[in-house]
């Protein structure tokens, strides 16, 4: 054997590689941060990010080489480097075009904002009057920027602005928890005395929902320090139920709106009108969680009937808590409208400080309310706009796209399909839809090209095919996808 020539011959290749000497052909750090500061990146992230990012390629280069691979051309390791500085220069947070016809994604920000309302944020970036009272020249009332449309726009007697859903309801039960309200003239009740029970919030079986995050409605009863008594059965409950289980410690009645799941079959729930008679009745409060919180009637958009904020707060709730990003179309935040008394205690209320919202969030609200006032709802806030699209403009926007790409994807048609409104509020509720349907022997990597362009594409794939949904695809957008989808699908 030892005088085989094959054998002598598979001797070098087989001989392991000289790690050592391939470790030196590594190009310094000096190197590459040179290459950096040439493309400018230097000047734009900074010398300490920059150098992150030099050290993490060269060490990912080391690691092919211990490995056994032959060192990476210094180019090659200088174009991996300059990639990812691309990337971080994009920012983490970065814009993504819909396609999904999810119109409130909650992994894609929810809500899209009217361009009022993101001209009005841009524009709080600097001094604001945000406590100032401009005509007195004294401190003001952060949250009288948008109490006032919210009070015009609902009904209600006096409105408060936190920093998100769940944070309303929080704020809302700690602070009525400490007193029972003021009845037809009667002065209210006093907060629990010293080694007294914790004050006790009523709520149905059927509506302790878990929302999105696996946060759940009995964690924020016990968080705003409340004891949690269930009543009913999952699926039926009455007011009886209520009543029988209110006692010396009970302070709230609570109503919480399934916003993300559905009861049907042989379903009861006592109505918020009942419980409001109860609590006038018993001395107690009376809250309900509406969740999305819709300003305009759902029906006349083809949508089930949805509980408006007006309508609640009509049926004599104390307090209604409720969304800024959902249905009503403007940022995250935590809406309580309802009774000056309620009101008042959630704004004398310690946690307040730590849920107050920003300058910047006011702006985009009160951008976003001033829509409904003006009547303009429907055409400028996006959500809405989205979901009152008709099939037909719908169709004839995917037809413009299947056009545009018809040289780079041959095999693309517009079809039939539903969008759904999203983001835990109506459930199970789609729209009718016509959406670009694009063959690809591998949907999957042909999604994860699209979602790798600049900026991103994020579709949804059905039965083997990517369909692009231009419900959810904002104005302005559609040049952008066109050319997403062309580079996607030349990649080899």
Not at 36 to 56: I, K, N, Q, T, W
Not at 434 to 455: F, H, Q, T, Y
């Amino acid at each position: 054997m030892r005088g085989n020539p094959c054998y002598l011959r598979a001797m070098p290749e087989e001989r392991p590689r000289d790690l050592a000497a391939e470790a030196r052909k590594l190009p310094k750090a000096d190197r590459l941060l040179a290459a950096a500061d040439r493309a400018g990146f230097v000047a734009r992230l900074g010398h300490a990010p920059v150098m992150e990012l030099v050290r993490s390629a060269l060490e990912d280069a080391r690691e092919r080489v211990m490995a056994g691979e032959a060192c990476p051309a210094s180019e090659e390791i200088e174009e991996t480097l300059l990639r990812r500085l691309g990337g971080e220069a994009r920012g983490a947070l970065r814009r993504v075009v819909n396609a999904t016809g999810v119109v409130l994604h909650t992994n894609l920000g929810r809500a899209p904002l009217s361009a009022a309302a993101a001209a009005a944020m841009q524009a709080a970036a600097g001094h604001v009057n945000l406590e100032y009272d401009l005509e007195a020249g004294e401190r003001g009332d952060r949250y009288g920027h948008a109490a006032p449309a919210l009070c015009r726009l609902t009904g209600a007697e006096d409105a408060l602005v936190v920093n998100n859903g769940a944070a309303a309801v929080m704020l809302a039960l700690a602070a009525l928890a400490e007193g029972t309200p003021a009845r037809d003239g009667q002065p209210p009740g006093p907060a629990p005395g010293a080694g007294a029970d914790l004050p006790e919030v009523i709520v149905s079986r059927g509506q302790l929902v878990e929302i999105g995050g696996g946060f759940r409605v009995p964690d924020v009863l016990r968080r705003s320090g409340c004891r949690l008594v269930e009543v009913g059965t999952t699926n039926r409950t009455y007011a009886r139920d209520y009543e029988a289980a209110a006692g010396p410690a009970t302070r709230i009645l609570l109503s919480v709106h399934r916003s993300n799941f559905r009861l049907s079959g042989f379903v009861h729930d006592a109505t918020l009108a009942e419980l409001v008679e109860l609590g006038r009745r018993l001395g107690l409060w009376v809250v309900e969680d509406l969740g999305s919180g819709a300003l305009l009637p759902t029906a006349p958009f083809g949508l089930p009937p949805e509980p408006t904020v007006g309508e609640r707060v009509r049926a004599g709730a104390d307090l209604v808590c409720f969304s800024g990003d959902k249905l009503l179309g403007g940022p995250q935040a935590g809406l309580l409208v309802g009774r000056r008394e309620a009101v008042a205690r959630a704004r004398r209320h310690p946690l307040l400080r730590a849920l107050r919202v920003d300058k910047v969030t006011l702006a985009g609200l009160a951008a976003t309310l001033a829509h409904y006032e003006r009547g303009e709802a429907a055409a400028q806030v996006p959500v809405w706009r989205a979901i009152a699209q008709p099939v037909e403009a719908l169709s004839a926007r995917a037809e413009r796209w299947r056009a545009a790409l018809a040289g780079a994807a041959p095999g693309a048609e517009v079809r039939d399909a539903r969008s759904a409104v999203g983001g835990g509020t109506l459930p199970e509720v789609t729209l009718p839809t016509r959406v670009l349907a694009l063959p690809s022997p591998d949907p999957d990597r042909l999604s994860a090209r699209l979602r790798a362009g600049d900026p991103p594409v994020v579709g949804r794939i059905e039965e083997g095919l990517l369909l692009l949904d231009p419900r959810t695809v904002l104005p302005g957008e559609d040049e952008a996808l066109v050319a997403a989808v062309r580079a996607a699908l030349v990649v080899p």
